[in-house]
């Protein structure tokens, strides 16, 4: 009569620990919380939900992000106070790294190489008008009457808050090439001052802005159609972009001026960035964050959606269960070499 309750005792035992050993298999992050970090910019928001439902496949419990500016997040992660970001941007993002960041922290993996376009457009149609091909062609008194929105006798450009890599580029720029009493250069919200920009083109009036790919302006406003990307006079480097000058002359740039186009801009890595610790103490996140990418077109178009209204946590949510489910076979192969690596 015992023989039988024993079997089944033992068949019990057997399967649960063959449950609780495959969980361990399966979900090697099984008890850990994960910190993210996120930038302020909306083309942020995709990568970062999509790598944060695959460390959950990873069994890991992954915070809400906390939104950071660029030089604050680089701090943070290096002390430890977060645990990474999708959002790193090389050698943009070179200026804002602590003196001793090598030895607390990682940029690691690579979403998408030399992808990080950046540049200035102008309405197309004001480009063939006024005939502008370069930020040059501002300090003509027409180009500036026609793109001034203010009265002050300058154009408007829309440009980037303070603390973002790119502003530094740009007030390099303003003082390179002599343009500070030609163009006001607007910091405010850029999702606000876009959003006005692109009241008065629809307006019929001309705008000039700052903008990048991927980010929903080049959904909105396509380059070659609506836009155009133009030329800084020359390729004048400041000290971060010395010996990068290469990426800063783009080749085969839809809806550009010219081919070359002289953006001025270096063509950016989109990469991760980790805390060292956080790293070492789960090699299954670590190898994810290695393994991860992102097409550069896919983040534009997910970013695009948010701005149209898929803006809630729940959308934001489906979007990148969308997304991974569409590339369920290359994510599988992401996901079994991070759990192999947490028996390495």
Known sequence: MHRPITTLACALVLALGGSVLADAVDRPGEGVTVRPAIAGWDSAIP??????????????DVETPVMLDNPIFYVAIMQGDVDFWTDGSFPLHDTHLPPNFDDHATIVGMISEASVVQGYSVSAWAAEEFGITSLEDFKRPEVKAAFDRTGDG???LVACPAGWGCEAVIEHHLDAYELREHINDQKANYNAAFADALAAHRAGEPI????WVPNFTNYVLVAGDDVVWINVPEIVPN????????????????????????????????????NDDFLAANPPAARFLELFEMPVDEIGRMTLRIEEGESSAQAVRAMALEWIEANRETVDGWLAEARAAASE
Request: aromatic share 8%; glycine share 10%; charged share 25%.
């Open 47 to 60: 990568p970062q939900a999509v790598a944060g439902l695959l460390l959950e496949e990873l069994g890991y």
């Open 154 to 156: 300058r154009a408007e």
């Open 208 to 211: 000039l802005f700052y903008s």
């Open 239 to 274: 000290a971060e972009q010395a010996g990068l000058e290469d990426r800063m002359v783009l080749e085969g740039l839809p809806g550009a001026v010219s081919d070359p186009l002289l953006s001025g801009f270096v063509a950016d890595d989109h990469r991760s960035v980790a």
